[in-house]
T-cell receptor, first 113, second 113 residues
Framework: GAGVSQTPSNKVTEKGKYVELRCDPI?????LYWYRQSLGQGPEFLIY????????DSGLPNDRFFAVRPEGSVSTLKIQRTERGDSAVYLC???????????FGQGTRLTVV | GESVGLHLPTLSVQEGDNSIINCAYS??????FIWYKQESGKGPQFIIDIRSNMDKRQGQRVTVLLNKTVKHLSLQIAATQPGDSAVYFCAANYGGSQGNLIFGKGTKLSVKP
């Protein structure tokens, strides 16, 4: 597709479960970002990939959160032992290099019950 | 910590009028600024960006002004239309990367027909 694709669009999980959220960036974009957005707030930075490596993971809240991008394209955000406070919309964005604007996907709404 | 804030959480304008949305940032090292539009249930949509070596940049019906002296930027929308109704976020980069953005809480723009 032409834009950033995120799957699933909605995910409901039980507290304590493990979840994976997928992001398919715009073709040719080398930089990929994960953000989290709570209701009524602006997006909050989690992690940034340049190619396959995490260039900046300073926004990951704790070691339950982990992200990979093994081939420099698709990325997966992994959350272990989910907590109700993890409920939010998880947004992925990509850009051509790290000097261009980031384009966002529609997000995955995660609800932990 | 670093912050980006919008001056008004809501703004209501008449269709056809010009809109001005203001934003302040705190990090003097920020050198990249960007505006996004977010409609309900969707991801942020890129509007316009500006680097710190410029003080003005124009797009289609939009203009961004940057005042580094007072750490302030604004988004001007000309001839506002009902389709412009959305939440608008400004963001500034943190650190060297353009991808680690700090977002404000957003201004909800309502356009009255």
């Amino acid at each position: 597709g032409a834009g950033v694709s995120q799957t699933p669009s909605n995910k409901v999980t039980e507290k304590g479960k493990y979840v994976e959220l997928r992001c398919d960036p715009i073709s040719g974009h080398t930089a990929l970002y994960w953000y989290r957005q709570s209701l009524g707030q602006g997006p909050e930075f989690l992690i940034y990939f340049q190619g396959t490596g995490a260039a900046d993971d300073s926004g990951l809240p704790n070691d339950r959160f982990f992200a990979v991008r093994p081939e420099g394209s698709v990325s997966t955000l992994k959350i272990q032992r989910t907590e109700r406070g993890d409920s939010a919309v998880y947004l992925c964005a990509s850009s051509f290099g790290d000097r261009g604007p980031a384009f966002f996907g529609q997000g995955t709404r995660l609800t932990v019950v | 910590g670093e912050s980006v804030g919008l001056h008004l959480p809501t703004l209501s304008v008449q269709e056809g009028d010009n809109s001005i949305i203001n934003c302040a940032y705190s990090n003097s090292a920020s050198d990249y600024f960007i505006w996004y539009k977010q409609e309900s249930g969707k991801g942020p949509q890129f509007i316009i960006d500006i680097r710190s070596n410029m003080d003005k940049r124009q797009g289609q019906r939009v203009t961004v002004l940057l005042n580094k002296t007072v750490k302030h930027l604004s988004l001007q929308i000309a001839a506002t239309q009902p389709g412009d109704s959305a939440v608008y976020f400004c963001a500034a980069n943190y650190g060297g990367s353009q991808g680690n953005l700090i977002f404000g809480k957003g201004t909800k723009l309502s356009v009255k027909p």
